[in-house]
Structures are given as structure tokens and as C-alpha cells.
């Protein structure tokens, strides 16, 4: 497509409900990104794929939050037993080589009630 | 990563360039200076990026000074549609993560 396109734009979960976010990159990027920004912050990192592989998971704030990036495009990203405080605007973005040309996503913003 | 340092806000008027500098003592030297500008509901999106010196595209200038210490953002004639945040950022032009602060708040009014 012409852009990172994630899906859905927003999301309303009940507190310990499972979600998950979707992210479509950019045709043959093989970079892909997950960031989370927190209202009146600057986005933070999360996790980091090359092709399938994730090769940079350090920002991940619990072993709630899971990545996957099965066949190199498309990625998804899950939070178990959402919390509060996961309520933020996940952003994911896309470049065709490492370190360079980032286009991001509009982000999925999700709240937890 | 450097740590960055840039006014939390700031105010202008259509028609008038605005100067946005950012403080980054401890740049490393293989690191680049980049800026990305974010409208509300929307993702950042890349601005300009530099090393040393001066560098102009058809949205913005970038100076640099020789000791790389710091950086300004120069956003020429700026109109209701630059009201955004932007952040400026620095780190390897190969490094696998961006690092933001918390962005300078640009407001401009007619």
C-alpha cells in the first residue's frame, strides 16, 4: 500500500480483556517497529523486526505484551490481561533498510476501562 | 543514545520562521541529528536529517554547528498548518531504535 496502515484505530478493552493490533508496512519494507505513546509523550520503543525476525524486543514493558511478525509483512501486536496502564497509542512503523526512511502508521488507540 | 534537550512549546505567527534548537551534549560521532514532526492523530513523519553543517530540503533548514552540541530546526514562513509537535532526535544513522523526548509543542496563530 501507499503507507503503514494499522488497524483498528481504536480499541476499548475491559480491563484484563486480550488484544491485539494489527499492522500492515509498507510493500518490501523489512524493517518493522512497534512504539508506544502515552498521552502527552514521546513515542517509546518497543520491539524491532527484520523480515520475520524480531531482533529487538527491550522495550516491551511485560511478558504481557507479545510481537509476531509470521511472514515478514504483516505484524501483530498482543497485550494478555490488559492493565490501565497500558492505555496509549501504539504506533508501528516501516523502513526498507535498517536505520533509514521510517513512514509510520497512524497508531491504534487503545483504552482500557 | 544522546540525550536531547528542546523547549517544551512555542508560539508564532503565520508568515514568520520559526527556530527550534535542540541541545545534545554528548553526541556520539557516528550519530545523526534527525527531526520528525507529529499532528495529532497521526504518526510522526520524517522532517530532515543532518550531520554537520547545514542541510535544506523543500520543507526545512538544519544548522549545525562545528562541535555538534546542538542543532536548529528552521521552519521558514510557517502557517496554521505547522501547529505540531516536533522532536528532534539523535542517534547512528544505522541504529535499529529512535529515541524521542517529548517534542517541542509549536503553536501558530494568524
Known amino acids: 500500500g501507499a503507507g503503514v496502515s494499522q488497524s483498528p484505530r481504536y480499541k476499548v478493552a475491559k480491563r484484563g480483556q486480550d488484544v491485539a493490533l494489527r499492522c500492515d508496512p509498507i510493500?518490501?519494507?523489512?524493517?518493522l517497529f512497534w512504539y508506544q505513546q502515552a498521552l502527552g509523550q514521546g513515542p517509546e520503543f518497543l520491539t524491532y523486526?527484520?523480515?520475520?525476525?524480531?531482533?529487538?524486543k527491550s522495550g516491551l514493558p511485560s511478558d504481557r505484551f507479545f510481537a509476531e511478525r509470521p511472514e515478514g509483512s504483516v505484524s501483530t501486536l498482543k497485550i494478555q490481561r490488559t492493565q490501565q496502564e497500558d492505555s496509549a497509542v501504539y504506533l508501528c512503523?516501516?523502513?526498507?533498510?535498517?536505520?533509514?526512511?521510517?513512514?509510520f502508521g497512524s497508531g491504534t488507540r487503545l483504552t482500557v476501562v | 543514545l544522546a540525550k536531547t534537550t528542546q523547549p517544551i512549546s512555542m508560539d508564532s505567527y503565520e508568515g514568520q520562521e520559526v527556530n527550534i534548537t535542540c541541545s545534545h551534549n554528548n553526541i556520539a560521532t557516528n550519530d545523526y541529528i534527525t527531526w520528525y514532526q507529529q499532528f495529532p492523530s497521526q504518526g510522526p513523519r520524517f522532517i530532515i536529517q543532518g550531520y554537520k553543517t547545514k542541510v535544506t530540503n523543500e520543507v526545512a533548514s538544519l544548522f549545525i554547528p562545528a562541535d555538534r552540541k546542538s542543532s536548529t530546526l528552521s521552519l521558514p514562513r510557517v502557517s496554521l498548518s505547522d501547529t505540531a509537535v516536533y522532536y528532534c532526535?539523535?542517534?547512528?544513522?544505522?541504529?535499529?531504535?529512535?529515541?524521542f523526548g517529548t517534542g517541542t509543542q509549536l503553536k501558530v496563530e494568524l
Open positions: 510493500s518490501g519494507h523489512v524493517s
Open positions: 532526535l539523535v542517534g547512528a544513522g544505522g541504529g535499529n531504535k529512535l529515541t
Open positions: 523486526f527484520q523480515n520475520e525476525a524480531q531482533l529487538d
Open positions: 512503523a516501516s523502513s526498507p533498510e535498517l536505520g533509514y526512511g521510517y513512514t
